[in-house]
Each structure stands twice: as structure tokens, then as C-alpha cells.
């Protein structure tokens, strides 16, 4: 089942604007990450934050998580042509065990955003 | 810096063939993960292996298998491929502990005539 559901789905705004795009996900996490992706290439880390952190920033990047909501949203702010991509929300499980690793990743459906020049 | 090396970038299969797909992870990283994503869909999680061992297993079919190597490069085996087995496979790697992002290759683009 999904754990990651992305809204919206698709995002068009103008160069310059603030685009913001909102994850759910459904069981307990560990940390829940953002990834960008350009068409048909590789998916490029963003930012993570920790399930005990409610904000963080990186750059233009804004990142909130609400873990009583299940959700997290991303902001990007001053947006370039260069940000037009699609955006997935990402999220690992606790470990099984005490002092254990991160395991698979669930990704949500993604947000294709793009920036109009 | 090093990234995640995959190889081939592309590959053209017909169905029930087989398939290798090579995984070269960031210098030091002793996770492995391998993931797969269809046209227009999210990645999904198949395996993944922390020094060499199996670690977790995802949505992979029983006609994929994975492994990974004293050097710490790792190789999806595809058999009996079918036309839904079509979809970017990516490798990414990590540092074990909790908390470390993954870092993901270019990717290998099957696709299945």
C-alpha cells in the first residue's frame, strides 16, 4: 500500500513565485526526506528532517512535518525555471531493532511542478 | 564527489530473456538499495543489502534476485522477463545508520519488447 500520497498532484506557477507541496503518510517514521526528479533521470536528496524535528530549512527549501497529521509540506521559495521537476516525499520506518539501519524507503506519488519563466 | 555508478543506462530486452543490472555505490557507503519505478509511477522499494547481506526486502518478484560483492558493487538478476518489468531501475546507497539519506544513481531504463 502507499504510504506517501502527494497533493497536488501537478503545480504551475510563475518564475519568482512560492510553490508549496504537502505529503501524508499513514504509519510511524524515522525521518521523511524530499527528492527531486528530473524527467527520466535520477532522483537527487533534498532535505531530510527527523521525526523529532517539526521544521527545517536548507537554501531555498523549507521543510515542515506534523507527525500528530501524518504530514509534511515543502516550500520553495523565489522559484527558478531550474526547480521544474517532480518532487516525491519519502519515508523510512523506524529500525527493527535498537541501534539498527535505515531500511527501504516508501515514496509518495510525487508533485510535478512546473515554472513558467 | 563519487556517486552511485549504475550500468548499462539503457537496455532492450525481449520477454522471458534475462537480465544484470550493475551497481557501483558511493566509496565507503555499506548500504545498497534497489528500487524500481514504472512510467509515471513513485519508486518502489525491491531489496537491499548492508555489508554484503540481505537487509530488507520490498515488492520484488520471485524472478528477480540480488547480491552484493566482496567490493561492495551489487547486481539485480532478471529472469523471465515480462513487458510489465519495463520502468527505470535505480540503485541508491547510504551510510547504515539511521537517519543518513540515500543517495541514488542515473539509473538503468529496461525495456521489454
Known amino acids: 500500500s502507499q504510504q506517501g500520497e502527494e497533493d497536488p498532484q501537478a503545480l504551475s506557477i510563475q518564475e519568482g513565485e512560492n510553490a508549496t507541496m504537502n505529503c501524508s503518510y499513514k504509519t510511524s517514521i524515522n525521518n521523511l526526506q524530499w527528492y527531486r526528479q528530473n524527467s527520466g533521470r535520477g532522483l537527487v536528496h533534498l532535505i531530510l528532517?527527523?521525526?523529532?524535528?517539526r521544521e527545517k530549512h536548507s537554501g531555498r527549501l523549507r521543510v515542515t512535518l506534523d507527525t500528530s497529521k501524518k504530514s509534511s509540506s515543502l516550500l520553495i521559495t523565489a522559484s527558478r525555471a531550474a526547480d521544474t521537476a517532480s518532487y516525491f516525499c519519502a519515508t523510512d520506518p523506524p529500525p527493527k531493532y535498537s541501534g539498527g539501519g535505515a531500511d527501504g524507503l516508501t515514496f509518495g506519488k510525487g508533485t510535478h511542478l512546473i515554472i513558467q519563466p | 564527489a563519487a556517486g552511485v555508478i549504475q550500468s548499462p543506462r539503457h537496455l532492450i530486452k525481449e520477454k522471458r530473456e534475462t537480465a544484470t543490472l550493475k551497481c557501483y555505490p558511493i566509496?565507503?557507503?555499506?548500504?545498497v538499495y534497489w528500487y524500481q519505478q514504472g512510467p509515471g509511477q513513485d519508486p518502489q522499494f525491491l531489496i537491499s543489502f548492508y555489508e554484503k547481506m540481505q537487509s530488507d526486502k520490498g515488492s520484488i518478484p520471485d524472478r528477480f534476485s540480488a547480491q552484493q560483492f566482496s567490493d561492495y558493487h551489487s547486481e539485480l538478476n532478471m529472469s523471465s522477463l515480462e513487458l510489465g518489468d519495463s520502468a527505470l531501475y535505480f540503485c541508491?546507497?547510504?551510510?547504515?545508520?539511521?537517519?543518513?539519506?540515500?543517495?541514488f544513481g542515473d539509473g538503468t531504463r529496461l525495456s521489454i519488447l
Open positions: 541508491a546507497s547510504s551510510f547504515r545508520q539511521a537517519g543518513q539519506p540515500q543517495h
Open positions: 528532517i527527523r521525526s523529532n524535528e
Open positions: 566509496p565507503r557507503h555499506d548500504t
